[in-house]
């Protein structure tokens, strides 16, 4: 791997760097749109270690190599208008986020002020994977992280201690950061990387992500749908690694560039769903280094981005992601997304309920914008085809290792035939008589032919396999 010396690019004017034109006043808050986001970024503070000293001592760009500001300035550039810095632990780990990490996410906000950074870290999860800390924006932000992960991230003492690193200390952790007067975000991370199989997991499992949201249903609110590391594919002059495997999934690999709990209908995900669970999805960079610099990621936003329905700032885009305001897509596939519920008179929109009255029927209607424009690689792909997925509400699961709704399907697809076409948006409609139970809807779609998102080959162009997702919509009905 090759590291350009981070000091460097901290250092470099911006005008150097060819970006000053990115830099902007200040947001101002206003009404609801989709803002791209990235909730998984490493900067420079993601660290090597010198274990030859006692403790291990910090190597910054061990692991990442950029400054906070070069990935804001960069988010900016791929059209982002919030980030996340993830630095993730090792020992005393904490120090490190609190001495140098936070100073530098600090000076990030003043540089690029027109992009929302959230404070958080990629939280080396006990008796788990990795995930998602996103730390609510408040005056001591910088000392709540220090106290979760101080206590609670795995990686953390030194010498290395097994005890740290075992379920019941995970629930121990969202106890304590249920006492926080405004509570974070825990998101979990490539949650079947390590499985050798489908329904074969690893360090994650159903049951233990069950548990997290039994006990903290506000922090413990989803998983990556589509992984970072697509990248990891391509060599650095853009050609294909015929050994590379998306989303460095190299057991059980993703599909359509989504890890299984997400891709299979019916899965994971649907039995979540189908317990009436504020369980939501989101995609992400897990940006190290960069592809043609040797890594195997994508800059922030230029492959895929998480969009939150929110005002411009960062209570508001919290309150979308832990709402489920959010749809993902890859390669820019589309750029806005409308989902609605409509029965006798009343709406909801993406992550939200709508109660349907007895005998009532339902009427879906998606609305999309397909962008006329070219990606991040220079193609302009198109929507081929959009699923309604559906599945009944079936109440709590009494085994929590369930894995399956076997009631969960694709109800309809439509393609270019069925839509309207207005400008760059598409629209079509779906009509549902009555329900005769609790129900919730999804949408995806893609620009590819498969009905259902394949296996993902090594070697495969991650830009030619596309999909966006939604979180969906509950349809409670009334007696």
Not at 307 to 314: M, N
Not at 339 to 348: F, L, Y
């Amino acid at each position: 791997m090759r590291l350009r010396p981070p000091v460097i690019l901290i250092c470099t004017s911006l005008a150097a760097l060819g970006l000053s034109s990115l830099l902007a006043q200040d947001p101002q808050p206003g009404e609801r749109q989709w803002i791209a986001g990235d909730h998984h970024i490493h900067s420079r503070f993601s660290v090597g270690w010198d274990r030859e000293q006692n403790p291990p001592a910090p190597i910054l760009g061990g692991d990442a190599i950029y400054p906070t500001p070069m990935n804001a300035l960069m988010a900016r550039h791929y059209g982002l208008g919030w980030m996340v810095t993830t630095d993730h632990g090792g020992p005393n780990h904490s120090h490190v986020n609190l001495t140098q990490a936070y100073p530098e996410l600090q000076l990030s906000r003043q540089v690029v002020p027109d992009v929302i950074q959230f404070y958080g870290m990629e939280f080396d999860t006990p008796g788990a994977d990795h995930s998602s800390l996103i730390i609510p924006h408040t005056h001591d932000e910088a000392q709540r992280l220090h106290s979760i992960e101080s206590a609670f991230n795995k990686r953390e003492p030194w010498p290395a201690d097994p005890s740290w690193d075992t379920e019941p200390r995970m629930l121990e952790a969202l106890q304590f950061m249920k006492t926080f007067p405004e509570t974070p975000v825990v998101i979990a991370h490539h949650a079947t990387r390590s499985a050798r199989g489908e329904r074969e997991y690893g360090l994650n499992t159903p049951q233990e992500m069950r548990g997290w949201n039994d006990l903290a249903p506000e922090i413990a609110i989803g998983m990556e749908g589509s992984p970072g590391h697509q990248a990891a594919a391509l060599n650095p002059d853009g050609s294909i690694d015929t050994n590379g495997a998306r989303g460095g999934y190299g057991n059980h690999p993703t599909m359509g560039g989504f890890d299984q709990l997400t891709a299979i209908v019916g899965g994971f995900w649907d039995a979540m769903l189908s317990e009436g669970r504020d369980w939501w999805i989101t995609a992400n960079s897990d940006s190290h280094v960069h592809y043609t610099e040797g890594g195997s990621d994508f800059w922030p936003g230029e492959y895929s981005k998480t969009y939150v329905w929110a005002e411009k700032s960062h209570d508001d885009i919290l309150d979308g992601i832990r709402g489920g305001r959010v749809f993902v897509t890859t390669g820019d596939l589309i750029s806005e997304l409308y989902v609605t519920a409509e029965s006798a008179g009343q709406q909801a929109q993406i992550g939200g309920t709508l109660a349907v009255p007895a005998e009532e029927a339902v009427t879906v209607t998606i609305r999309f914008r397909d962008p006329d424009s070219n990606n991040h690689h220079g193609d302009n792909p198109s929507v081929a085809r959009v699923d309604l997925i559906v599945g009944e509400m079936l109440g709590r699961a009494s085994d929590p290792s369930t894995d399956r709704h076997p009631g969960a399907e694709v109800v309809a697809r439509f393609t270019q035939a069925d839509w309207t076409v207005d400008g760059e948006f598409r629209e079509v409609s779906y009509r549902f008589d009555a329900l005769p139970s609790d129900h919730y809807i999804r949408v995806r779609g893609t620009n590819t032919t498969q009905l259902e998102p394949a296996l993902d080959p090594r070697g495969e162009d991650p830009w030619s396999d596309l999909w966006f997702y939604a979180n969906p919509i509950r349809l409670h009905a009334e007696d």
